[in-house]
């Protein structure tokens, strides 16, 4: 039997791209056309800026993740497309163009969470996961825990309080005169650096309660900061790597902590790391040596399927469509969509 053609859009920030996924799990195209160069000289994404780029990308992705797939638009089954959480007027270019394809072709409509698209990239990765799983998500605007109990069963266990993991790694980054994006560069400094060298400080939170799992990462930015303008007000010498290296130290340990705590919680044997900062060397290693020690299994999926993608919203809109979790042409973009709210057109 054929397998099910999915055709999605991701363009919930920088990156335009479109994707052809047969079965669920298997990529036939995955086009991904950055932005990075336009914003780099800003020091990070100017949403208007982004909204233009989408325009002229989304069609020419479109077109070329169909000819990558070998596949034409009468051979698709749905069409899904990320339709929040994000920037608005990236959405809306994405939401916009996969409604007219829906329409034109009269084919399923599907809108997808990012966040939990994140989460699917591991399914595209690795084909003999299944769920139960507890799923970290960290990305520049997202830090969130959460436990899939089945492929449409998804319950949020604990999210940031205000700035994301991967928001913080920018911040710190662009006052060190990092280009952006500044997560890679601290991880490539703290590499040279003692993660030990400076006493930044971990923000656990709440430890018990229904709270236990949410995280705070306002307080360690502010710790950095303060720690580099006072240098820089008596004039004394900032080793770079150790700033660095303590600071990635900060997030690391609080990140898997949290993270096997919510394993031992719900009794899960494996756990599933996704988003931008999964591609964070530090944080794989450390949550994959104290996961085995535990006896947990862990999954990850490569570099370009940790940064937005069209591919996992592709799979995530698969099992939607297994579902018939389907959405209307009302469909609109939801900036902040919640997680766990499966389909965006589901008002």
Do not use: W
Not at 136 to 152: A, M
Not at 256 to 270: C, D, S, Y
Not at 318 to 342: C, E, M, T, V, W
Request: charged share 15%; glycine share 8%; aromatic share 6%.
């Amino acid at each position: 039997m054929t397998q099910k053609l999915i055709l999605a859009l991701e363009t919930s920030c920088d990156e335009t791209s479109a994707a052809v996924v047969a079965g669920g799990r298997t990529i036939l195209a995955n086009i991904i056309s950055s932005q990075v160069p336009t914003h780099q000289k800003f020091g990070g994404v100017v949403p208007e800026i982004a909204s233009r780029k989408h325009i002229e990308n989304v069609i020419p992705v479109v077109d070329q993740a169909l000819a990558e797939a070998g596949t034409i638009l009468a051979d698709i089954e749905a069409i899904g497309v990320t339709c929040g959480p994000g920037l608005v007027g990236a959405l809306l270019v994405g939401v916009a163009t996969a409604k007219a394809l829906a329409f034109a072709l009269n084919k399923p409509l599907i809108g997808v969470n990012h966040l939990e698209g994140h989460i699917f990239a591991n399914f595209l990765a690795h084909r003999d996961l299944e769920p139960p799983f507890v799923a970290l998500v960290v990305s520049g605007g997202h830090t969130s825990l959460v436990y899939l109990k089945d492929y449409n069963d998804l319950v949020l266990l604990g999210q940031t309080r205000d700035d994301a993991a991967g928001e913080a790694f920018d911040k710190i980054a662009r006052v060190m005169n990092f280009p952006y994006p500044g997560g890679p560069h601290i991880d490539n400094a703290a590499k040279q650096g003692n993660p030990a060298a400076i006493p930044f400080p971990r923000a656990f939170a709440v430890q018990e309660g229904e709270n236990k799992f949410a995280f705070s990462f306002s307080g360690l930015k502010s710790a950095v900061l303060n720690y580099l303008n006072n240098a820089a007000q008596r004039g004394e010498p900032v080793s770079i790597p150790d700033v660095a290296a303590s600071f990635q130290a900060a997030v690391v340990d609080v990140l898997v902590m949290k993270t096997l705590a919510a394993a031992q919680h719900t009794g899960v044997e494996q756990l599933v790391l996704a988003g931008g900062v999964a591609a964070n060397s530090s944080l794989k290693a450390t949550l994959a040596s104290q996961a085995g020690e535990q006896g947990l299994k862990l999954f990850y999926p490569p570099p370009v399927l940790c940064t937005d993608n069209a591919a996992m919203i592709a799979c995530r809109a698969y099992y939607q469509h297994l579902a018939g979790d389907y959405a209307d042409l009302n469909l609109n973009a939801i900036p902040s969509l919640k997680f766990g709210r499966i389909g965006c057109g589901q008002q």
